[in-house]
């Protein structure tokens, strides 16, 4: 309709300037004013509404979307984008009644959101992403993971793709053959983590010489990387072989192991005696762990001091890379080739990438070889303007990352094992309480044991599995092992 009506359109333009040319020609007055073209009635300009997290104040945000739809009417003529954000700490709560009203075109969840309940709510992607630039802005593997019945619903946001443990340890207590030996060992798969922190003992044992503790102690998750890849409270995958085989992950021999080795840390002062308080900085520690919080920090800034980075892990794409941040399009958008123009330009075009996680250039943000300054900040010295590239797309494009950044998060797959288990989401809905008692237990014993702190670690271990079996831990494990074999079977 919209093709036809524009024709009949285009056909009334040239026969009115052909009426008016020919009755020039028969009157001869070529000197008379011509009679003007009508002008086309320019297309409407569409609105697209993109809904994602965001802390920035609604006046610093103004002048960023305003530069962001300039860029754009040069891109895609015609469309607008209107961003809709909440803060990072009220976007949970909003999002039911965004996704209940279905006022918008793009929104920003997690795996979360592909559920039965929300069924119908969004657009299957597969024939928009056949080939395209946004297809090929992502590793491949990585759109295994919004699936549902075999489409793809979500766009990847995240682009962290494969990880690997790092340990930060300052570089006046590491040789150059002690850095080299560490690495070695921590990319060798076959490496456990006792076996690997039996090593490191030799380096954090003269901590002391410069009055600083050891080690901030890592949690379970953070060390059981070694050998297992956690799932749920307690539960994880054995990553012996092809076979993935649930387990509970406080009754392996690599725990029992892990626990007695901390034991005599604590005992040698490498985790100070508030340990369970929490109380020292972190500068107080001559090394520490990058992962969860302390995942993206700058080492150097959490020690107070230079330091050296040590790889502990080989590097691995585990089962819930790529389920924390994804972009899901409207089902019922009317404009659905149009938002997905709109995203391949966000995730293939530097300018309109940095304008929207960035700002200006210039204005609220400049490039040096230090990397990325903020010119414009919060009262909190915060950016004025600021979205987490994480929310948005290909960080590849990011001019808040060094080159070398680049080409690590572009090289590190080619060297990372894929986990059989990629995908995998596992829903506790029928385990609910199970797992509720289950994580009671564990925070219960886990930080006593875990830090070395509990003189009869074995008793209490002990009592920590007998309340874990209570609890339903064996009810939990076989649920995440029946789920996996279902979806194993489907891939």
Known sequence: MKRS??????????????????GCGMLGNLSATPTPAPTPTPAPTVNLR????????ALDMIPVINAINARLEEKLP???????????????????????????????????????????????????????????????????????????????????????????????LLTPDQKAALNKLGEDETTTAVSYFTAVEDVVSKAKDQGRLGMVPADIQTIM???????????ALSKNGDALTAVNLY??????????????????GYYGPNVLMDQAQSNQYASIFLSGKHAQANPEELLGAACETLSFTPRHI??????????????????????????????????????????????????????????????DGTPAYFIDGS????????????????????????ESAISPALGFVFDPTAVSQELSAVQKVIDTYDSRLSTGVYKKYKELHATMLEQLKTAGIDKLVAEVQSQLDAYLAKQ
């Open 50 to 57: 993109w809904v994602l997290p965001c802390d920035s104040q």
């Open 391 to 414: 929310f948005v797309g290909n960080r590849t494009l990011s001019r808040a990352l060094t080159a070398a950044q680049k080409q690590e998060l572009t090289e590190s797959t080619d």
């Open 251 to 268: 009754d392996t021999k690599e725990y029992t192991a892990w626990i007695e080795f901390v034991n005599g840390w604590y005992n040698r």
């Open 78 to 172: 015609g469309v607008r984008l209107y961003l809709e954000t909440y803060s990072a700490a009220d976007y949970a709560q909003k999002l039911p009644d965004v996704l209940k009203n279905g006022n918008y075109d793009i929104v920003w969840g997690d795996i979360n959101l592909l559920t039965e309940e929300n069924s119908g709510k969004f657009l299957a992607l597969d024939s928009y992403l056949n080939g395209s630039a946004l297809y090929n802005s992502r590793p491949a593997y990585l759109w295994k993971v919004p699936v549902q019945d075999g489409k793809v619903f979500a766009i990847p946001a995240l682009d962290d793709y494969a990880s690997s443990g790092k340990l930060a340890v300052l570089s006046s």
């Open 318 to 379: 585990g089962n819930d890379v790529g389920q924390s941040s994804l972009l899901y399009v409207n089902a019922n958008t009317q404009h659905a080739d149009l938002v997905m123009q709109l995203l391949e330009l966000f995730n293939t075009d530097e300018e309109l990438y940095n304008l929207l996680t960035l700002g200006i250039e210039g204005t609220n943000y400049a490039v040096s070889d230090q990397g990325v300054q903020y010119l414009l900040t919060a009262k």
């Open 225 to 235: 990387q070694f050998d297992y890849e956690p799932i749920t409270a307690g539960v």
């Open 5 to 22: 009506m524009l024709t009949g359109m285009l056909a009334a333009v040239l026969a009115a300037s052909s009426l008016s040319l020919s």
